[in-house]
């Protein structure tokens, strides 16, 4: 799974992103979960795939049981959010890309294998966002 912490750093986060392949907000969420977990927070968070959740992998399934758990939507429809839960987790925060946008009007995402300025300036928007809300979980854990 990409953005494994590093050796011995307790794991405080799991992002789930959206799977919307050949989504333009599918994408965003991708995006911005890779930032989360490989520029802002490698140490303490890690991406668990929507898809090995969708498929009942047993791994995937624990890593969202236990430690505090964002997904990241790309449509209303919400299966990170959705399949979470299913999966026996605990959704701490939930975010979509629809209401990030709302919020960033400027950040108009186009692309679907490669964002344009755009689309890659709203993934970085949430991913401060994401980033935000994973402070706020892991100050109210007391970490």
């Keep these: 799974m990409t953005g494994q912490p590093v050796e011995n750093a307790p794991i405080k986060t799991v ?4 799977s919307g392949i050949g989504k333009t907000y599918g994408t965003v969420t991708r995006e911005a979960a890779y930032i989360v977990v490989e520029e802002l927070a490698p140490e303490t968070t890690r991406i668990v ?9 047993e791994d995937a399934q624990a ?69 935000q809300a994973a402070g706020e979980l892991m100050e109210a854990d007391g970490s």
């Design 15 to 18: 992002v789930v992103p959206c």
């Design 49 to 57: 795939p929507l898809s090995l959740l969708v498929l009942g992998d």
């Design 63 to 131: 890593a969202v049981r236990g430690v505090p758990v964002i997904t990241l939507d790309g449509c209303k429809l919400a299966c990170a959010t959705v399949n979470v839960g299913e999966a026996g987790g605990h959704v701490a925060r939930e975010f979509t890309v629809l209401d990030c946008y709302r919020r960033n009007k400027q950040c108009k995402p186009q692309g679907i294998a490669e964002l344009n300025e755009g689309g890659l300036a709203l993934a970085r928007a949430l991913a401060e966002e994401v980033m």
